[in-house]
């Protein structure tokens, strides 16, 4: 990545990150509610099986109303750091443990060995910074999502990959590297972006 690049992203990072920072409470409670509907209704939504979310944070779009309406047979994971650079994920429900992991996010206090790889979800839903109309995710530049699904350069789904985000998160576009692991979709809180259906 060159050096004007590297700055652009990272422009490009603040910006958006402070348009969904500013978004009133009551816009914030509607989009989520709206985008469990959008997530529910995905052509290749889980009926059972693992699914991941995220604990939403830096002004981040909620999963909490989808994840309240999953079908019955799927269980909830939120993400785990592991010390490989790679995250882990673990079934989680309200009033489950927490910690605070090194960002000050809460993630399950679970030990390492009942943590589940990405392999074995059915759907993964990803937080982002920024997006685009070709599938293209903007994140918060750490590389988490990317190593964890690089496998996912090399074979079809599952898992399926969406990012879930406010409208006003779109871009014209991110500016996508080699190592950028593509979504399947991206649903925002009036919306379905599909994206091809061929390896990310």
Known sequence: MSTDSAISRRSQRQVLREARRALPAARRIQAADALAG??????FAPTSGYVAGYWASDGEIALHAWQLRLPGDCRYCLPVLGEDQRLRFAPWRPGDPLVTNRFGIPEPDLAPTSLLDAQAMALIVLPL?????SGHRLGMGGGWYDRTLAFRHERLPPPHLVGAAFDIQQVDGVGAQAWDVRMDAVCTESTTHLSKTEPA
């Open 38 to 43: 959008q997530l529910l209704t995905l052509p």
């Open 129 to 133: 910074v920024g997006f685009d109309q």
